[in-house]
């Protein structure tokens, strides 16, 4: 039986650990741990509806930290989505004098917050809810 030189698991006769990856040929030098992602022990069905949590910011910040492509989708998507809806309700503010703005204002609302709870339930369950117009724009951002 031949075990590995760096972490000592048994290899049969493998040139290279299947754990750790040291080549068996090569001298074994003591290596520290090795980092792990950010959010390397969090779940996807968890870091998924964390993407959504606080709208495009959370989204910004699990398209930099996490390498994941679903996590990936989630945060790219959340930020065109919520991204979009906070344009949108920027440029109705400018139209709130007339009354047609106060509806629009308040159904834009009502759709970010239908959106934000569908998009954290089915990110949970680990599906890829994709919103029409924005899952496509996602797709080029999370590449």
Not at 68 to 97: E, T
Not at 118 to 136: G, Y
């Amino acid at each position: 039986m031949a075990f590995c030189k760096a972490c000592g698991r048994d290899i049969g006769t493998a040139n290279f650990c299947p754990q750790c990856g040291a080549n068996q040929a090569a001298p074994a030098y003591p290596t520290g741990p090795v980092p792990a992602a950010p959010t390397a022990g969090m779940a996807e069905n968890i870091a998924g509806p964390l993407c959504y949590a606080l709208g495009w910011i959370t989204g910004i910040i699990f398209l930099l930290v996490d390498k994941r492509p679903f996590v990936k989708f989630h945060a790219a998507q959340s930020i065109v989505v919520f991204g979009g809806l906070n344009l949108i309700h920027i440029v109705l503010r400018f139209a709130h004098f007339f009354l047609l703005g106060f509806g629009l204002h308040f159904l834009v609302w009502l759709l970010g917050v239908v959106l934000w709870i569908v998009l954290m339930v089915k990110a949970f369950q680990h599906e890829t809810f994709r919103v029409p117009i924005a899952a496509d724009i996602a797709d080029g951002i999370a590449k």
